[in-house]
């Protein structure tokens, strides 16, 4: 009879140890899923910066594009006044033609700027773009970690009811 409560007693171990090594090797595959999440996150955060530095140039290239409005717009108004300017002048002439090629000069840097800012307005509009997917798909990974966890919590065998 005490051999039988021996057996009883060392299957019962047995299947404990089993399930233990089971849920190490659940644990050491839900580590590896963490230190691959976390990469993602990393991957994540780095194209998050990017997208903020493409934001910022495009905001700085934006401001440099006002200040040539603003400085051609002195260029129209100094063109036009000199062409009121007596002919008799030729000093002022030679103004009014030097007013005239810097703006032609300045029009062709302001429609370079307008360029670079399409070509940058495009870029962000994909670096947001590739962000929302990531930061859609993290969130999945987050959902799924969580199950995951919650499942191998309900597996434990402490929460398991003892036998009578």
Known sequence: MENTGHIDLLTVIKQL???NNSQAERLEEYAKIVTSRDNEIDLLQKMLSEADAHRSSMDNNLKELMQLRLYI???QQQAAASSFMIAGRSQQAGVKVSAE???EELKVSYTNLQLQLADLQTQLLDVSNRNLLLQQQASR???LESKSSN???EELP????KPD
């Open 101 to 103: 090629q810097q703006l």
């Open 158 to 161: 402490g929460d398991e009811e």
């Open 151 to 153: 499942q191998l919590m």
């Open 73 to 75: 717009h002195d260029l």
């Open 17 to 19: 140890q089993a399930q």
């Open 141 to 143: 990974m987050a959902e």
